[in-house]
């Protein structure tokens, strides 16, 4: 026999695979979301520091680059150059004025501890050269002033090397830069050779993680840092952009630099124009350690399992056993028994569906009372209206024998009334949604109208004015002029005891029709034309009592769109007109369509 599978069995099943899948969720997601943000942090952290360093090293370099154009724009020692190598012999003392003038802008900057050698020369035989460490240098002399890089070639501001100080064993970064003289003309080349302690002094106690490495790019040459030397030795990688995650908000440039030892991820910081500091970074710096990871991720998976199975056993002893009480009383009730048990309404929501299965038994013993005595009410409705049914015919069987015997009787007022309301009660008794034409309306409103005129003598009159014959074809729903020429009497006419009514029936376009019903009664002001077309008149005691201005305008509305229906003008002590605007339709419009 197959084995009945329980809610008990059911919930500490779900119960465990949710465990489950939730800790392995939870703890891949927790790994990658930290280690999101590991790696971002650590991009951020590396991107600060390397902009702190950046900045100071652009202090220097700023300073150091001003120096070397001190000597090479208009300046006095410019102008002292510019004579000195424009002298048809070579002055000592103009080279002395010249050396001091340069000795002092040296030691006036800020940044004259990181100038190795300032020279300036005329790319020929004459120079001038300010050492700061004198002792440690070969003398600068005519036959070794080829040494100097670039000789003879007009130089840009930049920066775009490291290179061994032709006289003296220090690593250097030469700038040079082309002196001018009032002319405009290029009279020589000046020459500063700064020490690459410039950038190695502000990296002191700069700590970077094992596997990584600071490059300087100079220009298109790119140099690594190690402590406080400056390889000689460019390094040669390609680079690729870093699309693996979005951190345009760190505002460092990020990419993947491609060379021997693997690829690697850099961080780069520009320093100034043609100068940058870059910083690569390792894959294992973004990783949170295995072992913690995978602690952590036996703990949490241990904590939700724990926290399932409670709650399971929590939930099979509250609803295992209430489920199982329920079943049972919706058991004896499918077998007839409705009585209330008390036992089954507890303090919780399956206690509400007890209160509701025992209202449900109360409801089906009440609904079974109220079903046989519902028939028993119904049999005597039934007789009762078998009773009270009068055939409309005998109705009109007799109107006609009133007319009848009227007419026999010389009594011609009661003929015509008698006649005119058989017309109405027969037109009335007809299906009100079949419209009909526009002939049939009006000679429906005749009949009305002779109904009111007996009423009210000769102090109301009405005439009608058809434009065009060809317009009485026209269909419009049963009973719509009726109710507005019963309020046109009513509430304009009767107030003032006397009155007359003018409906006028014209074209409008080419395919509307425009009927306007007019009195020369009391007039409407205009908060009673919008209560009237908002509600109906509460105190109408016409013909169709409950069919007023709003029923025939919804009508309208209704059958042949918004555009259509009735509109009120009127002036107070006047008049009251309204007009309906409907469409030019006939019944061979409509079987055209049809077909």
Not at 19 to 45: D, G, N, P, W
Not at 193 to 215: C, E, H, M, Q, W
Not at 447 to 472: A, C
Not at 530 to 538: F, M, Q, S, V, Y
Request: aromatic share 8%; with cysteine; charged share 20%.
């Amino acid at each position: 026999m197959k084995k009945k599978s329980t809610i008990k069995g059911r919930i500490i099943l779900i119960m465990t695979v949710f465990a489950l899948l939730t800790a392995t969720v939870l703890s891949v997601f927790s790994y990658e979301l930290i280690s999101f943000f590991q790696r971002k942090t650590t991009i951020q952290a590396t991107k600060f520091n390397l902009q702190l360093i950046a900045n100071i090293i652009n202090q220097d370099l700023t300073n150091l680059s001003g120096l070397a154009m001190g000597s090479s724009t208009n300046s006095p020692t410019n102008a002292k150059l510019a004579e000195y190598f424009k002298a048809d012999e070579p002055n000592p003392r103009l080279s002395i004025d010249v050396f001091n003038s340069m000795q002092d802008n040296l030691r006036s900057n800020p940044s004259y501890n990181y100038a190795r050698r300032l020279i300036a020369t005329n790319n020929n035989a004459l120079f001038v050269q300010v050492d700061n460490n004198g002792s440690l240098s070969v003398p600068l002399s005519i036959h070794n002033l080829n040494l100097l890089p670039k000789l003879g070639v007009l130089a840009a501001e930049q920066w775009d090397g490291v290179m061994q100080d032709p006289f003296s064993p220090a690593t250097v970064i030469p700038f040079a830069m082309p002196i001018y003289g009032n002319g405009a003309s290029n009279i020589g080349t000046v020459y500063l050779f700064a020490n690459t302690t410039v950038i190695t002094d502000k990296l002191r106690g700069y700590s970077i993680p094992k596997d990584s490495r600071l490059v300087l790019t100079l220009g298109d040459r790119h140099y690594q840092i190690s402590g406080e030397k400056v390889s000689l030795e460019t390094i040669h990688y390609e680079e690729q952009p870093y699309t693996n995650d979005s951190f345009s908000d760190l505002g460092a440039a990020l990419s993947y630099i491609t060379e021997a030892t693997g690829k690697h991820l850099a961080v780069s910081y520009p320093v100034r124009s043609g100068v940058v500091l870059t910083q690569t970074l390792e894959g294992n710096q973004f990783a949170p350690q295995a072992n913690i990871w995978l602690f952590l991720m036996v703990g949490v998976c241990l904590l939700v399992i724990a926290a399932s199975g409670i709650i399971a056993l929590y939930l099979t002893r509250t609803i295992s056993l209430p489920v199982e009480k329920l079943k049972k009383r919706m058991d004896k009730i499918a077998q007839g028994q409705f009585y209330m048990d008390k036992n089954i309404e507890w303090n919780s929501e399956l206690g509400d569906v007890g209160r509701g299965i025992n209202r449900l038994s109360q409801d089906i013993v009440a609904l079974m009372e109220n079903r046989m005595a519902q028939e028993k009410q119904k049999q005597e409705l039934e007789y009762r209206v078998l009773q009270s049914q009068i055939n409309p015919h005998f109705l009109y069987n007799t109107l006609n024998s009133i007319r009848w015997m009227a007419t026999i009787q010389n009594a011609t007022g009661i003929a015509e009334m008698t006649t005119s309301l058989s017309r109405l009660l027969r037109s009335i008794a007809k299906d009100m949604g079949k419209p009909v034409t526009l002939k049939d309306e009006l000679s429906l409103l005749e009949d009305y109208f002779l109904i009111q005129k007996y009423r009210y003598g000769s102090s109301i009159t009405m005439h009608q004015q058809v434009e065009n014959e060809d317009l009485l074809a026209a269909l419009i729903p049963r009973l719509t002029l009726q109710p507005l020429v019963e309020n046109a009497i009513f509430h304009g006419i009767e107030p003032k005891s006397k009155g007359h009514v003018q409906i006028t029936v014209a074209k409008q376009g080419v395919f509307d029709i425009r009927i306007a019903i007019e009195d020369n009664g009391v007039g409407m002001e205009m908060d009673q034309i919008a209560a009237a077309l908002a509600e109906e008149t509460p105190d109408a005691k016409g013909m169709m009592e409950h069919m007023g201005l709003r029923s025939v305008n919804e009508r309208l509305r209704l059958a042949y769109g918004e555009r259509y229906g009735i509109t009120i003008e009127s002036e107070v002590g006047r008049y009251t007109r309204i007009i309906i605007l409907l469409p030019f339709y006939n019944k061979e419009t409509i079987s055209g369509t049809r077909m």
